[in-house]
């Protein structure tokens, strides 16, 4: 990747000293090299992906993407957004990845006049600041934790259900949604919490087995949740499990195991193109991602790659500076890859749809949309 | 409320005696070594760590498990896996000794400079399994991310009690720990290296006037442990069939205050302690969600404290007699 990268700097002739010339500098910022970075390194490879194939037509201006790793630290982001605001005079930004670093650089990225697009942060509140420059790709942990107990109720009709969650900010965040959407459709819900860092959660198995419910969901992420699955299993509970974003990934499988993750449903407000595509223009970008980064399109991947088209579109309409990028965002309203793109007032999308995966055999099947969606067990 | 507690408390109690075992056994560590030289092992949770490691490289690298054995094979394998991780666990603690410890004993360091050795062991042996000896030994560049064990003992429904299911691995993971705390009491009771431990707890000048050799004492004492550790390590991979390079923490801290809760430097205090902790848990957690476990397991601990200052048994190693 670094490799492409410095070609790509060298093909626009040194232009370090920030945008100008024939070169836009835009930004990538999130955890790319920390703990979650398997979850940022996709979508910065979809953005890598959007802008080289730009740079390839030989365009008037050509674009730089630059990367700022915060390694998923609010204090990095914090000290970066400055940064590329002063010295590499970004006009416009991906990112930040996560929920917690947007919080410390969005403020920051607004003054500066630069529009961000953020291709992953799923907390609710990100767009009630206010802020006039800031845009995200995807639903939020609201719509998307009563997205999924919505469509656990549409596809089992349950008379009991059941919320667990892990200790952290995102698992409580939307454990609490799922539970309130459980409990507004009149559905008998009880709730226990689990200690991520513990691995024997037979006092929640015992609940679990005594409440006797038709669904389960688990707020959380993969590794928690894969040891609770497995215990779930083993302790003899069949009914549905179905988790969030958090756990949307194949270590979920693994460590569950095949047998106790069969049927394990996982909602997202991403799309992942996993298995074989019809759609062309998703063909051609499965292919391409393939050829460019060795591996499947993972989580984010698409999102990462629709954010950078958004903003290429509005360098190729001659809108050069972070204002005029962020008025054109304003009238952006395209098909892309993971989604119709178009913004509301707030930033938020106008339209927001939550995917729904299932464990078959093993492997993590892309099922549809959630309100089409027809889950197996 | 009530009617939570009569449908949960026999699951409750059957897990809680599962997990309570596993504490009881990495308890002996902690509660050995502190009745012999006055001095919490912190590193003792890398030593079942190790155990687990050791335990899981047995099971995928030397005999590639892809399916749960039953009868004799399953008595067979587990009493082999336990031998490799006891090895491993028990030659860690006595090398940990050796290299942490034994060089501050002998310029007649503070028991605090002990500590902080015992805390950089702890630090240095999470890393070196992070960084080096988990991606290298199973091929995994991540050594940070949990490694799954494949499934060794297969969950089978032995009987229920009052409703409660209990599984062969439950039956296993308690029965396994009690026999090895029953042969580590008779040996330190009745063997004269046991007799020894026992002298050197109680008075450890003395004991070397009287011919007693405390290098050998506080090795022996270290192996013990470690390889008591060992066992618990396997019986950990048995029920939650996964290690990492923290594993210990959480349940090294756990262990801590079950030997703290029995009365520490008592062997039948820990394995009072390990059961007493994984039940007041599992309990607890009945009325007040299990988010509670911790909070209602230190309560307890502070309130017994209170009243018996040395923990439940409170006598320690010197006077335990035969």
């Not at chain 1, 500066?112 to 995200?136: E, Q, Y």
């Not at chain 2, 902080?116 to 199973?138: D, K, T, Y």
């Amino acid at each position: 990747m670094s490799a492409v990268l410095a070609l790509g700097a060298g093909a626009c002739g040194g232009d370090d000293g920030g945008s100008g010339g024939d070169t836009l500098n835009i930004g990538f910022m999130g955890d790319l090299t920390g703990p979650d970075s398997a979850i940022v390194i996709p979508p910065f490879n979809g953005a890598q992906l959007a802008i080289d194939q730009y740079n390839a037509t030989n365009p008037k201006k050509k674009v730089k993407l630059i990367r700022y790793d915060t390694q998923g630290k609010e204090n990095q982001a914090a000290a970066l957004a400055p940064k590329a605001i002063k010295d590499d005079k970004i006009v416009a930004m991906i990112g930040p990845a996560f929920s917690g670093e947007s919080k410390a650089a969005n403020g920051i990225l607004d003054k500066g006049k630069v529009p961000s697009i953020t291709p992953s942060a799923t907390n609710p509140d990100l767009s009630k600041a206010g802020h006039k420059f800031w845009h995200r790709l995807v639903a939020t942990d609201q719509a998307q934790g009563t997205g999924i107990a919505e469509a656990l109720i549409k596809a089992k009709s349950p008379k009991k259900a059941y919320v667990i969650n892990g200790k952290k900010a995102y698992s409580i965040g939307i454990g609490d949604f799922a539970f309130q959407a459980f409990k507004a459709k009149g559905i008998d819900t009880q709730r226990d919490q689990i200690d991520e860092t513990a691995s024997d959660f037979s006092s929640t198995v015992t609940k679990v087995v005594a409440a006797k419910p038709d669904v389960i969901f688990y707020g959380g992420y993969y590794s928690e949740g894969g040891k609770l699955l497995k215990q779930l299993r083993d302790g003899g509970v069949t009914a549905l499990f179905a988790s969030g974003d958090g756990s949307l990934d194949a270590k979920l499988v693994e460590a569950a195991g095949a047998k106790q993750a069969e049927n394990a449903l996982l909602g997202c407000p991403c799309f992942i193109p996993f298995g074989e595509q019809t759609d062309p223009t998703l063909v051609k970008f499965v292919s391409d991602y393939k050829a460019k980064v060795n591996a499947n399109p993972a989580i984010y991947s698409t999102e990462g790659y629709d954010a950078a088209t958004a903003f290429i579109a509005a360098i190729k309409g001659g809108n050069e500076t972070g204002e005029k990028i962020n008025d054109f965002l304003k009238t952006y309203d395209t098909k892309g890859v993971s989604k119709q793109v178009k913004w509301g007032p707030e930033g938020e999308l106008a339209e927001t749809t939550i995917h729904l995966y299932q464990v078959q055999d093993g492997a993590i099947k892309w099922l549809g949309k959630s309100d089409e969606a027809k889950p197996k067990g | 409320m009530l009617n939570d507690f009569i449908n949960q408390f026999w699951p409750s109690t059957v897990g809680g005696l599962t997990v309570g075992a596993i504490y009881a056994l990495i308890a002996l560590g902690y509660t050995m070594v502190y009745g012999v030289l006055r001095l919490i092992n912190f590193a003792h949770s890398e030593i079942f760590m190790i155990g687990t490691v050791a335990a899981l490289f047995t099971v995928t690298e030397i005999f590639t498990v892809t399916s749960p054995y039953t009868g004799f094979a399953m008595i067979g394998m587990l009493l082999l896996i336990m031998a490799v991780a006891m090895a491993a666990s028990g030659g860690a603690a006595v090398l940990l000794e050796v290299v942490a410890y034994r060089p501050l004993r002998k310029k007649g360091a503070s028991r605090l400079a002990a500590l902080i050795s015992a805390i950089g062991a702890s630090f240095f042996l999470q890393e070196l399994f992070a960084l080096q000896v988990i991606p290298n030994l199973f091929d995994r560049p991540e050594g940070r991310n949990q490694v799954g064990v494949p499934r060794i003992v297969e969950r089978d429904k032995l009987f229920e009690i009052f409703g409660a299911t209990v599984r062969l691995d439950h039956v296993i993971v308690i029965i396994a720990a009690v026999v090895m705390m029953v042969l580590l009491d008779q040996f330190v009771n009745r063997t004269k290296v046991g007799r020894g431990i026992r002298a050197t707890a109680q008075d450890p000048e003395t004991a070397v006037l009287m011919g007693v050799n405390i290098d050998t004492i506080v090795r022996t004492t270290f192996l013990l442990g470690g390889a008591m550790a060992g066992v618990a390590a396997v019986l950990y991979v048995v029920e939650f069939e996964l290690t990492v390079y923290n594993v210990g923490f959480v349940l090294g801290v756990k262990a801590f205050t079950a030997a703290v809760l029995g009365g520490i430097g008592n062997l039948r205090g820990a394995l009072l302690g390990g059961f007493a902790l994984g039940l007041i848990e599992n309990w607890g957690a009945i009325f007040f969600g299990s988010e509670w476990k911790d909070v209602i397991a230190f309560t307890v601990l502070v309130v017994i404290l209170m009243f018996r200052p040395t923990g439940i048994l409170g006598e320690s190693l010197q006077q335990a007699r035969a």
